[in-house]
């Protein structure tokens, strides 16, 4: 069989310990830990929009029992004319709220000339789908210190997502969390946005030790579909979430970005029950049988 498997050396060389599938390289965020034994929830609006709606949010994400605050800055817009996020302003806020609230962050940076700046604050540098194969971006951040959570393309193969991963690996950063997001299908908005690719979840940690984090909220784009995928997610082997969530009075039509995809509090709380009750599952042995030849044949050696 011709596999034609990337070149992850790095990726495979640093972990020599993980030559087992079933152990997963986990690190701290904020002092919450990542890729361990429990799914960690990360919740919070898609685009910090004001210090109060951004408390408001963070204040009842912490009462739901997520373990750490989202929300985007810099914002990745299809049109140059919606609302692009507040910049350093929103990354002071952000700081401020986590002062006020103990949740940590995690924040898109988009710019490599903006590492160092949302360095600064943030306690995780979120790489967003459109920026996967923003190279100098993925060196940039791979040579920072800061745990990474890098989106997968949203018409990304397994094999290029984990070449991104490489990238940053390669700088010396390994503390990566890969996330799906969903992809292009032809659902688009007659029924969800994306295409929730739930099946790469096994594979994934087949051919990585990453922990693999599941955006339901960007796959969905309906916050109704959100619990359910959550739900599936976690069962499928996800070790965590990532949701955008609105606040308890919050006028969706005066939301700036995704208005329609933020689940309600109660929403949030009800999966942070259940993913509370459960340990990360291991993954099964039998998927992917090519990926896994390839990678296994002295690969992680
Ligand atoms: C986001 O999480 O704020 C975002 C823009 O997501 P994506 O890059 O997956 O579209
Ligand atoms: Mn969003």
Redesign the pocket.
């Known amino acids: 069989m011709n596999l034609h498997l990337p070149d992850l050396s790095i990726l495979r060389r640093c972990w020599t310990r993980y030559q087992d599938p079933t152990t997963t390289h986990s690190f701290d965020v904020a002092g919450v830990s990542v890729g361990g034994s429990r799914p960690v929830i990360m919740a919070g609006p ?1 685009a910090v929009e004001s210090f109060e709606q951004t408390l408001n949010i963070a204040t009842a994400v912490k009462a739901a029992g997520a373990h750490l605050l ?1 929300g ?1 800055v810099y ?2 817009r299809t049109s140059p004319y919606s609302f692009q996020g507040l910049g350093e302003e929103g990354l002071e806020i952000l700081a401020a709220v986590r002062q006020e609230t103990g949740l940590g962050f995690v924040t ?1 940076v988009m710019d490599p000339r903006l590492v160092e700046q949302v360095s600064r604050y943030a306690d995780m540098l ?1 790489i ?3 920026s996967m194969q923003n190279f100098p971006l993925l060196t940039e951040v791979g040579l920072s210190h800061k745990p990474v959570l890098l ?1 997968r393309g949203w018409s990304s193969t397994l094999e290029e997502w984990l070449c991104a991963a490489e990238y940053v690996a390669k700088e010396g950063n390994r503390n990566i969390a890969l996330c799906e ?1 969903g992809i292009r299908a032809s659902c688009h908005w007659s029924y969800a946005r994306n295409l929730l690719d739930l099946n790469v979840i096994q594979p994934l940690r087949h051919a990585t030790p990453l922990p693999v984090i599941v ?1 339901p909220s ?1 796959a969905t784009g309906q916050w109704t579909l959100v619990e359910a995928m959550s739900r599936a997610s976690l069962a499928a082997g996800a070790h965590g979430l ?1 949701i955008e969530a609105v606040g308890p009075d919050v006028r969706r039509e005066d939301l700036q970005c995704d208005a329609e995809q933020g689940i309600p509090a109660d929403v949030l709380a009800a999966i942070t029950a259940a993913a509370r009750n459960m340990e990360v599952p291991v993954p099964t042995a039998t998927v992917t049988p090519g990926l896994r030849a390839g990678l296994s044949a002295g690969s992680w050696a």
Request: glycine share 14%; hydrophobic share 5%; proline share 7%.
């Open positions: 898609c989202r985007g914002k990745p898109e979120q967003g789908s459109r989106k997001r955006d960007h990532l």
